[in-house]
């Protein structure tokens, strides 16, 4: 039985992966139109890993160069001051708001935005009251669903993970909670994928999927 639920953010609760998505664009654009593209099929599949880690990838990996973490640094802020406030305005995804607004179970969010822009935006959304912990990055995921678990002494069987992303799927697997894999863009794909409880495109229906899953 589900006692508890954990969310990823951006693709599962607001429809702001596009934003994100821009923004990277128009970060690398400058590195011309094969990095970019590089760039971009890399952040819509591994859409749940710190922005950080990902920007020093890209340099290392796409570009063989060498990046501070000063440069990173910088990097990210730029990235945040581009997002921000279009994540802060963006809807929300289908059934997401009437859920957490109706449901007693207690709620959590994992994201990979950086904790203090995701403690802004939640706040600045009016949602705080509705979950018991706003947990970003740079801490992993996996770190934050041992602490959820650890937090209500639940076992993992009582834990569900809703993410949009390849990397939420394997941090669900190794803690080995329930997942459901919400479809945000045509390019995310959880078939065939032995560990996923649900695939679905909205949470109109999430109550319907938890009772589905006792």
Not at 113 to 126: D, K, N
């Amino acid at each position: 039985m589900i006692k508890v639920i954990a969310f990823d953010f951006d693709g599962v609760l607001v429809e702001s992966g596009g934003v994100k998505t821009s923004a990277f664009a128009q970060l690398f654009c400058p590195y011309g139109p094969d990095i970019e593209k590089k760039v971009v099929a890399h952040h819509l599949e591994y859409g749940g890993i710190s922005r950080y880690e990902k920007v020093r990838y890209y340099f290392e990996h796409f570009m063989q160069k060498t990046i501070s973490q000063e440069e990173v640094n910088h990097i990210c802020e730029r990235f945040s001051e581009i997002v921000v406030e279009d994540v802060i305005e963006a809807h929300y995804v289908s059934g997401a708001k009437e859920f957490f607004q109706t449901t007693s179970l207690p709620l959590f969010i994992v994201s990979g935005t950086p904790q203090a822009e995701l403690e802004h935006i939640v706040q600045q959304r009016s949602m705080e009251p509705f979950f018991q912990g706003i947990y970003g990055s740079p801490t992993k995921k996996t770190f934050w669903l041992k602490t959820i678990l650890d937090t209500g002494h639940w076992k993992p069987s009582e834990l569900l993970f809703i993410g949009d992303s390849l990397s939420d799927y394997s941090a669900a697997v190794e803690t080995n909670v329930h997942f459901i894999g919400r479809l945000s863009a045509p390019t995310i794909h959880f078939d065939g994928l032995s560990r996923v409880d649900f695939i679905v495109s909205d949470l109109q229906h999430l109550s319907i999927y938890i009772k589905l899953m006792e």
